[in-house]
């Protein structure tokens, strides 16, 4: 078999090895919290009987690796049980939920990336004059901003100065796909802004970068015009940085946009596991952890194999 | 060595912010948590950006609000540096199962949201500044780790190191004579984007209520605790949240310096 | 009726002015307060507009709530639970209660049997009719251990409930004049078989259906079209969103969004005001703030150091500084004049350095920090209020220092736990009932460790006593007593303060919860 093959298959046994060792790991932290299920539910409602009883209806009363192993195999046919809070189904709410993270994050990436390398580019091309110092200015003030007051920036503007857009961004079943783009647009201008600047700075340095190489100078002498030299010599070498900081701002769209879902009262994932960790509930922190580690490992494995493919001193290791 | 003037903008900035805070008392005509005035006063020669949510003089906060900041900051940026750094260079030159072993770690880390995983441990811990940056270095110090490990991995395949092995040099003349000189450049440009990012990180979770507590002030927490008036036109949100960003621009400024005498870019705000 | 009348009542009806002004202004003309209010509702009544989708914009809802009337702890579910669930009784503005499921309540002389006669007629949204038996069942599953009900303790003391015919009988284990009011509480809504096999299904008897309910995000809910009242449920479709964020909240009411909002900051309800079709609504409630001392531990356990930290506190100050001036001062007895039988004349408790040093002298305290631990989480605003109150209390001499602790487990770690602390108290309809929920001696949630005999005694007296007059004379040494020997520091009762679309109709504050009691919804119509 080829060694990429093997490569690629080696990735991801491993990967699943991580996801195995993430589940432990969520599993101990949450068991190692203060305070469990029934008295995040009751509150200042508890009482001793309360307590008791709630504990007792939630099966909290088992020893924690039996719940662990009975967890495991459910999972992996796929049954991730109830809520413990609300008695939901949770492989029926996640899939909602996650749908609406994902469709923000895909939303945010198709502007933001085909954007942020043709920024990159741009910048690169004219390396030290004035678009470039006019993107970089630019990418740099979007980068400095903490995601919470482009959001109130945003808000301002577009719901109150100019009111074209809406302040809520929930979406529902049955939403037409406009309906949708138009919720969610200010979420999606706030996420471009964060996610822009740091691919467009990782393209253009990674073209400048190979930029400085031999055979480059070599094709500028054979007479070709600088956009032809980036586009046909220098950008396919400068493939694997720039897949890579791809990966992490996509892997970032979808599980790191707890504040953005906050401030825009957005229904996906973030939210959801936020809300069900200060109630303790287990099996759906679980589920959510376990989902946004799989999408963190699954993008990461991408952009190794990608890595290894375009390196060919990391292709042929010793 | 020419200084260029967007990083001497930067410097200029950031060493002015740095010395506000730690003169802070001097500086701030008032005290952190004085009510001097009615709520969500205008600026005006009495207070020089307005009042506060409950009457605070705004620009002492700010300055006093800035130490704390950029103290977190760089204590937890200081701490991710050196775990970081430290672990990823014995990764990149032990290599073989010490390697394995770090790297794997640290992809079960990094698996996870740093942000979900704060919002866990600090609603649980008792936030004092302490927990906050143990915190902070530990989650940031993953990515300090992948940098470090990939940029002394670059340079330990190089035909310098190579030689040096071949002269039967040991490990440790290897990492401090041959990989750090090398990586230096790369890793303080680092330095500042970590710094950065727990700006970011720091003023996101004071935001969210979990980061720094009264009666401590930071800038994200001003933010917070003045957002309401936001959207009624209210400056007293934006001057914080302006700060936070100029703080950012500055360093940023002096890191792309660092880093355009380098060759590689790494880092950013994600996770 | 003058000219000016004619005009208030055209103001009235068009919605652009609301009860208050409307009954203050009649006033102001010669009309009594109550013809003033019954004609205010009339006219806006006649006035009402059926169908469109009308919204509030709650906060408070988590992915985790539920449809179960029995587990409903925060603002979002309680308001969904009031728009499709109906109780026995409502508890009106003014104190008064209204029958919705129950048509007539009576009772035996001594008030310790009591019988709702159920109304006639209506059908759960399945089909099904509400019977004496499904109430009765409802009440039992309140009772049941495993329901882990936040009403338990309202239905602990019915010794005996029976169904007959169209009527339910409540027997009591001791008299309870109060008893119908314990009806009215939210968690009770009637549902059919009791709501034993499930729950949280979201069925009841009210004005609007339930069709889809996703938690921490919204509930949308249809007219229910066979319901009997004529005077509710104009709007065809009616949504609860969860909007957490304050932000959030009020961009969305000024861009038209949502109709109607909790929990406006009072910091920015002026300038809320300002912006265009949006009108700010108050209601002074029981809802109360607390700092609270346990009776039982040191220091806390000598009256004097609790006389010294009640007259070190700047009541005045904390109501305009933390609730930006929208409620009003406390008195160090959980009791203020939204309940009826209140007693007015018990004389204000204000900030006294000098007889506070004296008291804390008095006390023979050491002079180590007294520690007051407080959390975001116990009320909005908790950890600048103990700010406030260290600096009046150092004032006085007292050493009173914060310790701040984390909002997560403060409810189980802290309060009820902590020798002194900060706390939150909604309020409930009747005084008998915020008595006998923290104040007896052995209340559940007596949070103060409070215990005084003759003060227990006259609460189980005040309980079964039906003459008025002697009631409020009992409540009134009852107050007296907590205030004067109490382990609560009660410096402020916090207004609801809610915002609305000048274009929702019939809005008409209520005292008693958020949004008009959770009926806002169902109360309200869109105008045109």
Request: proline share 5%.
């Amino acid at each position: 078999m080829h060694p990429l093959i093997i490569l690629v298959v080696q990735r991801i046994a491993l990967g699943l090895i991580l996801l195995l060792a993430v589940s432990v790991l969520i599993f101990l932290g949450v068991e190692a919290l203060p305070g469990d299920t029934a008295q995040q539910i009751l509150g200042q409602g508890a009482t001793p009987e309360t307590l008791a009883n709630m504990r007792e209806s939630l099966g909290l009363n088992e020893p924690a690796l039996t719940r662990y192993f009975s967890w495991l195999g459910h999972a992996l046919t796929g049954d991730f049980g109830k809520a413990l809070t609300n008695k939901m189904d949770i492989a029926q709410a996640i899939g909602q939920r996650l749908g609406n993270t994902l469709f923000l994050a895909a939303c945010a990436g198709v502007i933001a990336v085909p954007f942020a390398i043709g920024l990159g580019l741009l910048a690169a091309r004219h390396n030290g004059r004035w678009p470039d110092k006019l993107i970089s200015g630019v990418t740099l003030a979007t980068i400095s901003l903490p995601e919470f007051v482009a959001a109130y920036f945003v808000i301002y503007l577009l719901t109150q100065v100019i009111p074209i857009l809406q302040p809520v961004s929930m979406v529902f079943p049955g939403m037409t796909f406009l309906e949708r783009l138009h919720a969610v647009a200010l979420p999606v201008i706030v996420l471009v802004m964060v996610v822009l600047a740091h691919m467009m700075r990782m393209t253009r340095a990674a073209i400048l970068n190979v930029m400085q190489s031999p055979y480059i100078e070599t094709a500028e002498l054979k007479g070709l015009s600088p956009m032809q030299v980036i586009w046909r010599h220098a950008l396919p070498n400068a493939v694997a940085p720039i897949v890579s900081v791809v990966v992490i701002n996509l892997a970032y769209l979808v599980v790191g946009v707890v504040v953005v879902e906050v401030v825009f009262s957005y229904n996906a994932l973030g939210q959801y596991l936020v809300d069900h960790v200060s109630k303790r509930d287990l099996p759906v922190v679980q589920a959510v952890g376990l989902i946004f580690a799989a999408v963190y490992i699954g993008l990461n494995i991408f952009a190794d194999v990608v890595g290894i493919v375009a390196n060919p001193r990391l292709r042929h290791p010793k | 060595m020419r200084i260029p003037f967007s990083a001497m903008l930067g410097l200029g900035l950031t060493a002015l912010m740095v010395l506000a805070a730690i003169f802070s008392p001097l500086i701030a005509p008032y005290g952190l948590n004085e009510t001097v005035g009615k709520v969500w006063e205008n600026p005006s020669a009495q207070f020089w950006l307005g009042t506060d949510t409950i009457g605070r003089d705004i620009f002492s906060r700010l300055v006093y609000g800035g130490a704390v900041t950029i103290f977190v900051a760089l204590a937890s940026s200081a701490l991710a540096f050196s775990m970081g750094a430290f672990f990823g260079f014995l990764a990149a030159v032990r290599g073989g199962w010490i390697d394995t072993g770090l790297s794997r770690l640290v992809d079960v880390m990094m698996a996870v949201p740093s942000l979900i995983v704060a919002l866990v441990v600090l609603s649980v811990l008792p936030l004092t500044l302490t927990t906050l940056v143990l915190v902070m270095g530990v989650l940031d110090s993953t990515r300090v780790f992948r940098l470090s490990r990939a940029v002394a991995a670059d340079i330990a395949v190089m035909d310098y190191v190579e030689a040096a092995k071949l002269r039967g040099e040991g490990q440790v003349w290897i990492i401090f004579r041959e990989i750090l000189p090398n990586a230096m450049s790369p890793l303080v440009a680092e330095f500042g984007m970590r710094f950065i990012f727990a700006v970011l990180f720091i003023s996101t979770l004071s935001f969210l209520g979990l980061g720094i507590q009264p009666p401590l002030a930071d800038w994200g927490g001003m933010v917070r605790e003045n957002k309401d008036g936001l959207i009624y036109g209210k400056s007293a949100a934006m001057v914080p949240a302006i700060a936070i960003a100029v703080l950012a621009i500055a360093v940023n400024l002096v890191a792309d310096w660092v880093l355009s005498r380098t060759t590689s870019l790494k880092g950013g705000r994600n996770g | 009726m003058s000219d000016q009348m004619k005009d208030l009542v055209r103001l009235a009806a068009s919605g652009k002015i609301n009860r208050r002004a409307f009954v203050g202004r009649m006033g102001a003309l010669g009309l009594s307060a109550s013809v003033a209010g019954s004609m205010f509702g009339m006219v806006a009544q006649a006035q009402a507009k059926k169908g469109g989708v009308l919204r509030a914009g709650v906060q408070g809802g988590q992915s985790t709530d539920s449809l179960d009337p029995a587990l409903a702890a925060s603002d979002v579910p309680f308001m969904i639970n009031m728009t499709w669930g109906e109780t026995l009784v409502e508890l009106e503005p003014g104190g008064v209660l209204s029958m919705r499921v129950a048509e007539e309540v009576t009772s035996n002389a001594d008030a310790t049997e009591w019988k709702f006669k159920i109304r006639a007629g209506m059908t759960f949204h399945n089909g099904a009719p509400v019977t004496a038996e499904d109430v009765v069942a409802t009440l039992k599953r309140h009772t049941d251990d495993k329901a882990q009900s936040g009403a338990q303790g309202l239905v602990k003391g019915i010794a005996e409930m029976t169904a007959e015919g169209d009527t339910v009988t409540l027997k009591l284990a001791a008299a309870n004049a109060d008893l119908p009011f314990l009806m009215a509480d939210y968690h009770l809504i009637i549902q059919p078989g009791g709501g034993v096999d499930n729950p949280a299904a979201g069925i009841g008897c009210g004005a609007y259906i339930v069709k889809e309910f996703e938690p921490g995000v919204r509930c949308v809910m249809e007219k229910n079209p066979t319901y009997w009242d004529t005077s509710r449920g104009f709007a065809d479709t009616v949504e609860v969103l969860s909007i957490n964020d304050n932000t959030a909240r009020t961009a969305a009411i000024t861009a038209g969004q949502i109709h109607m909002m909790t929990r406006v900051d009072p910091k920015i309800a002026e300038m809320l005001a300002g912006a265009e079709g949006v009108v700010i609504e108050r209601a002074a409630g029981p809802g109360h703030y607390v700092f609270i001392m346990q009776c039982t531990q040191a220091p806390f356990d000598n009256n004097d150091l609790r006389m010294a930290l009640k007259l070190a506190i700047k009541r005045d100050e904390m109501v305009e500084k933390i609730l930006g001036g929208m409620g009003s001062v406390g008195n160090d007895f959980p009791i203020n004049a939204a309940y009826p039988l209140f007693d007015d004349a018990i004389p204000q408790r204000a900030f006294d350095a000098a007889k506070a040093a004296e008291h804390y002298k008095a006390s023979g305290h050491d002079g180590s920090p007294i520690v007051l631990q407080v959390a975001p989480a116990a009320f909005p605003g908790a950890v600048d209020a103990a700010n406030l109150f260290v600096a009046s209390a150092n004032e006085a001499g007292i050493p009173l220092t914060i310790k701040l602790e984390p909002d997560d487990g403060y409810w189980s770690n802290v309060w009820n736990v902590a020798p002194f602390c900060a706390s939150y108290w909604g309020g409930r309809p009747v005084q008998d009932q915020m008595y006998s929920t923290a104040y007896l001696s052995t209340a559940d949630w007596n949070d103060t460790k409070f215990v005084d005999a003759h003060f227990d005694e006259l609460m189980l007296a005040a309980r079964g006593e039906l003459d008025p007059v002697k009631r409020k004379a009992q409540y009134s040494e009852m107050a007296n007593i907590l205030r004067d020997t109490g382990g609560l520091i009660c410096p402020m009762f916090n207004d609801w303060v809610e915002g609305r679309r000048a274009e929702v109709g019939g809005w008409v504050a209520n005292p008693a919860g958020t949004l008009m009691d959770g009926k806002a919804l169902v109360k309200c119509w869109l105008e045109a």
